[in-house]
């Protein structure tokens, strides 16, 4: 675990903009299962996260169609919770950062670490927003 110091800005960067941060099992299971679009950001430490995952998912996050709940849990942090959220995105395996997008409690949209790394922010958001429009 990281000292909550350190995390507390990484984390800020999505809840000043809407994000809910999950920190228990109980809140993965409710945010996912419930019905309409949620939006799960695994955030991170790495500078994947920062130059790439976090950036990303505000862009597309401020798109005019996007889903119905944006939360986020973070890696190295609340180890129940992200477990519980990669749960939900199998048979992808655990990466962080990661994103996906659920509908009525089922996966529709994965995006992996190994997708954000080296690409621009505007690039991921771009995939994100083209799996906002079709299913939001």
Request: hydrophobic share 45%.
């Amino acid at each position: 675990m990281y000292p909550e110091y350190l995390v507390e800005p990484m984390r800020a960067e999505l809840t000043n903009v809407g994000f809910e941060e999950l920190k228990t099992v109980e809140a993965v299971d409710e945010a996912i299962k419930s019905e309409g679009t949620v939006f799960v950001v695994v955030n991170s430490v790495c500078g994947c996260a920062a130059a790439n995952a976090r950036p990303a998912a505000k862009l597309a996050a401020a798109n005019a169609k996007h889903p119905q709940k944006l939360v986020t849990v973070f890696a190295g942090m609340e180890k129940d919770a992200v477990d519980r959220a990669r749960s939900y995105m199998m048979p992808f395996p655990p990466s962080s950062p990661s994103m996906a997008l659920f509908k009525d409690g089922k996966l529709v949209h994965m995006i992996e670490r190994h997708q954000i790394e080296g690409r621009p922010a505007q690039m991921i958001a771009e995939n994100l927003i083209g799996a906002f429009e079709q299913y939001c």
